[in-house]
């Protein structure tokens, strides 16, 4: 009898000290990204020369980043991006504005942090639920994009391997049809803000799946003043890992948007001990 209540007091412990675990944000660097309203621009309008010319760079190993981020900020031609050639249905006020990322990992568990300030005046309201969520994809080393006898690498595309022309709120799709991926898998987190709202611990491969992860994803936001902070947290396996660089993007769906109607930033890479646009603090 007394030794199983020692056996419970001390896993009673262990329990508090885990979820205590946190990391110190202020000893993580901060770096911004720009998440931009993508239009149609899916990865089949990216790999078509006569839409974008920038297929040839990309065949030749190019990122999205590498093309289109300048100091910081995006060479898009926003005249373009929001003309009805890119976006036929609606365009929102804002096109694009800052992430702010920071992550840090220990031995079990990877924290990412996204702070912004999503803009209202968006293009779709039709998530009546939710005013903002934060979507985050991280890529598996099989994701690749095939573009005839060559293929481009998923770390160079970002999001957009699992963002099709025949996917639900694209002109003319099927409103059931998911994002999909034809070669490897995303793992996907989410944050909503609804009260009680569970954190999504999904996938993208064949389709989306909203559940059945295996990263534990836990998910925390605040809003204070127009500013939202959210912090993931999940496991540190699957496509992540000490020693590995991971593809990433972020989404945002501002002022109750769904669907495409998002602000995707383009792909970064994570460097848990490792290479990496963003090098991810250990504490
Ligand atoms: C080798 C350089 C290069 C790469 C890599 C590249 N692009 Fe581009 N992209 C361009 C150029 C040049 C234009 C403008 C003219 C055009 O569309 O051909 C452009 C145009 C665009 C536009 C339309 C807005 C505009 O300014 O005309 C979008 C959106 C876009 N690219 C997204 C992407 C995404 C997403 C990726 C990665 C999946 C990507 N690009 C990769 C060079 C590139």
């Not at 491969?205 to 836990?218: E, F, H, L, N, Y």
């Not at 590995?244 to 109607?261: C, L, S």
Request: some cysteine.
């Amino acid at each position: 009898m007394k030794k199983s209540i020692l056996a419970f007091t001390v896993s009673g412990v262990l329990l508090t000290a885990s979820a205590q675990a946190a990391p110190d944000w202020s000893k993580v660097p901060k770096r911004d990204i720009q998440v931009f309203h993508a239009g149609i621009t899916t990865i089949e309008w990216t790999m078509k020369k006569s839409d974008h010319s920038g297929r040839t760079g990309m065949v030749k190993g190019e990122s999205c980043v590498g093309c289109h981020e300048e100091k910081g900020g995006l060479n898009f031609n926003m005249k373009r991006m929001a003309s009805k050639e890119l976006e036929p249905v609606a365009v929102p006020q804002t096109m694009n504005f800052p992430v702010s990322v920071q992550a840090a990992y220990d031995k079990d568990n990877a924290y990412l942090r996204l702070s912004f300030k999503p803009p209202v005046g968006s293009a779709n309201k039709d998530d009546k639920e939710n005013d903002v969520k934060a979507t985050v994809l991280f890529a598996n080393d099989k994701v690749a994009v095939s573009a005839g006898d060559k293929s481009v690498a998923g770390p160079l595309v970002g999001c957009w391997a699992s963002c099709h022309n025949d996917a639900r709120t694209m002109p003319g799709a099927d409103e059931h049809k998911t994002k999909y991926t034809k070669d490897g898998a995303y793992e996907l987190m989410q944050w909503k803000s609804a009260k009680g709202a569970k954190a999504v611990d999904g996938s993208v491969s064949d389709k989306r799946s909203m559940d059945g992860g295996t990263a534990g994803v836990r998910a925390e936001g605040d809003n204070k003043g127009g500013i939202y902070t959210v912090t993931f947290t999940r496991k540190l396996n699957g496509a992540l890992g000490e020693g590995k660089t991971v593809p990433f993007g972020v989404a945002v769906h501002a002022d109750h948007a769904t669907g495409r109607f998002h602000h995707v930033s383009m792909g970064y890479t994570l460097g848990f001990g490792a290479d990496g646009d963003i090098k991810v603090t250990k504490q």
